[in-house]
């Protein structure tokens, strides 16, 4: 039994006249007839009872006209959704993210991407950056939003850059440091040290080295956090200041003050990270060149509300650990 049976079946059911389905259908009438009585033996049941004045629908063929509705709908929709998948605009996208890093350029990303692919189902998955190399890696991730991470080509991942944001240091209103206009990183490496926790931030910590080595000097790490907040509170309350993204000012606020660093011009990109080798699925594509348009409205100037994604978007945790935000490396 093909599809084409079903769909010849239902025209006779519908004009309850084999010429008129057979002109609906395109086909001739001989032909018709013919594709029926295939159907009919293929079944061993007559659907049909045919007379000079047209055709009528057997008991049995009322239950079968119902089953080929469905049949037919459904393979109807699935041809649909296909296509749509196909042009980006329906299926499912697991997105993984780092808030921090992002926080400018997400939200309006994925607010204008809703809006013009309701069909697709973003699936947000906030996570450290090791957890979001992780999942692009085993592929529970299709693509991620975060900050460049140093040796991405050597695990198999490759980056685009979106935005570009400086390195500066954070410190509590209070602190000697937030009368200076610029800090020199001797300074820094003077003072205990907020950072995120090593075992799940590796990345930052090679941005640490590459701030601090060149000077001959080490970080001295006294807290270790496992999110912006509770760095950003441990700044707040005097355990040390912290090295973070310029973009931490849209976390923060004015918790904080944020100083420039004298001797250092170390700055670090956001954007897409994704398998060197592997495909994103047609709705990923699209949410890239969301991304991309968001990018440039940020490189322009253009005012950017802080808010959280759009309601409705779905949010799943990998970790466990609850939700955080995340360093941008």
Excluded: W
């Excluded at 001989?30 to 007379?51: C, K, N, T, V, Y």
């Excluded at 941005?207 to 000077?215: A, K, N, Q, V, W």
């Amino acid at each position: 039994m093909e599809l084409r049976h079903l769909r010849y079946y239902l025209a006779v059911c519908e004009t309850l006249n084999l010429t008129k389905a057979a002109a609906r259908l395109r086909v001739a009438q001989p032909a018709l007839s013919r594709q029926i009585h295939d159907l009919e033996d293929e079944i061993g049941i007559e659907l049909l009872i045919r007379s000079t004045r047209g055709v009528r629908l057997t008991p049995e063929g009322r239950v079968f006209l119902e089953e080929a509705r469905e049949v037919v709908k459904r393979a109807d929709e699935s041809v649909t959704k296909t296509r749509a998948f196909a042009r980006g605009e329906f299926g499912e996208l697991q997105v993984g993210y780092s808030p921090s890093p992002t926080v400018e350029i997400l939200p309006k990303a994925l607010s204008a991407f809703q809006k013009s692919k309701p069909g697709v189902k973003v699936i947000l998955h906030d996570l450290a950056g090791d957890e979001l190399i992780g999942g692009l890696r085993e592929g529970s991730l299709h693509m991620a939003v975060m900050a460049e991470r140093i040796g991405a080509a050597s695990l198999g991942l490759r980056f685009e850059e979106l935005c570009r944001y400086r390195l500066v240091v954070a410190v509590a209103s209070d602190h000697p440091l937030a009368r200076r206009r610029t800090v020199s990183i001797a300074k820094v490496a003077a003072e205990p040290l907020v950072a995120f926790r090593r075992r799940d931030y590796s990345g930052y910590y090679k941005t640490l080295e590459e701030i601090f080595s060149p000077h001959k000097v080490r970080p001295r790490v006294a807290v270790e956090c496992d999110s912006a907040s509770s760095l950003i509170t441990e700044v707040e309350v005097g355990k040390g200041v912290a090295v973070v993204s310029e973009i931490f000012r849209l976390l923060g606020g004015r918790r904080l003050v944020y100083r420039p660093f004298s001797d250092s011009s170390v700055s670090h990109g956001v954007g897409i990270m994704r398998a060197a080798d592997g495909n994103l699925p047609p709705a990923g594509e699209r949410f890239s060149e969301a991304l991309r348009v968001a990018a440039k409205l940020i490189r322009i100037g253009v005012p950017s509300t802080v808010v959280g994604p759009r309601k409705g978007t779905e949010f799943t945790r990998m970790s466990g650990k609850g939700p955080r935000e995340s360093f941008p490396v």
